[in-house]
């Protein structure tokens, strides 16, 4: 039989136990659950990179320069002539080099056209950039003309001069909405965004008179808005203009525009201008 002082000391044992078990029960109620370690704001899961900015369209029509002989033959992969028009995209890394094209729209669906554009995209060198970026582009071959637009025109020019007017370029030069539009966008926005964009078609002029010093005329031009603002289609709607050439050029420079969103469908614009040499 133990004595009392053998009972004492397990009795202050068991005490001491049952403190220590009181004090973590306690702990866990009042405290919760231990913490979760945090994710660092470094991990791959929190952060993304951000998106590379596109470079201004006028940039990159500069870059294209010299090439559009090899573009244009791609037109011909297929060993057969074929016309409209391939966009493509494509990220520039910080040493200039060409990274990812893709196609973001064509009206040819043609593999062999598609992959020869992406080809000759692939050798371009941008030069040192400050940033990643990306480009975007595209590229027409042999605009297509807008169905009647000839006649159309001849009956302009003849009630032009029935109305004795010795010069109409100022009846058909600007931008106006088609009235068949089914949506709806102000004029003077869309103004504003072509004429911001006439370098482009002035770059495209000056190559042209490259080819030809005496080069001059009416370009008439006509495009249609679609509901994310973005150049859907461009026309010949009765250009008098000697360089198919540059009306491809200028045509691409049209695709390379942003507009607003309409509202309640697409936009149809019409864009008259007249280059004169000299």
């Not at 109620?29 to 913490?35: A, D, H, N, V």
């Not at 080099?97 to 043609?110: C, F, L, P, Q, W």
Request: aromatic share 6%.
């Amino acid at each position: 039989m133990p004595t009392t002082t053998s009972v004492d000391l397990i009795a202050r044992s068991v005490t001491r136990r049952m403190a220590c078990v009181t004090v973590s029960l306690t702990c866990l109620l009042s405290c919760g659950e231990p913490p979760t370690p945090a994710k660092h704001p470094s991990s791959k899961d929190e952060v993304s990179e951000a998106p590379p900015e596109d470079l201004p369209a006028l940039t990159v029509l500069q870059r294209l320069r010299g090439s559009e002989d090899e573009r244009r033959a791609c037109f011909g992969a297929s060993n057969k002539p074929t016309d409209g028009f391939v966009k493509l995209v494509w990220d520039i890394d910080r040493e200039g080099k060409v990274r990812k094209v893709g196609v973001e729209g064509t009206s040819v669906h043609d593999p062999a056209i598609e992959t020869c554009l992406s080809d000759e995209i692939a050798k371009l060198d941008f030069g040192p950039q400050q940033a990643p970026g990306r480009a975007r582009w595209t590229f027409v071959h042999q605009l297509p003309k807008m169905p009647g637009a000839g006649a159309s025109r001849a009956k302009q020019r003849k009630a032009a001069k029935h109305q004795h007017s010795s010069d109409d370029n100022d009846e058909v030069a600007g931008v106006s909405i088609e009235a068949a539009s089914p949506g709806s966008l102000d004029l003077q926005r869309i103004e504003n965004i072509v004429h911001a964009g006439f370098p482009l078609f002035a770059y495209c002029y000056r190559a042209g008179l490259e080819r030809d010093p005496e080069l001059g005329g009416l370009v008439r031009l006509r495009f249609v808005i679609d509901e994310e603002g973005a150049v859907m289609g461009v026309m010949d709607s009765g250009s008098e203009f000697g360089d198919p050439s540059a009306l491809d050029c200028m045509a691409e420079g049209i695709f390379a525009l942003s507009f607003p969103r309409p509202i309640g469908g697409d936009v149809r614009v019409q864009y008259r201008i007249v280059f004169e040499s000299g």
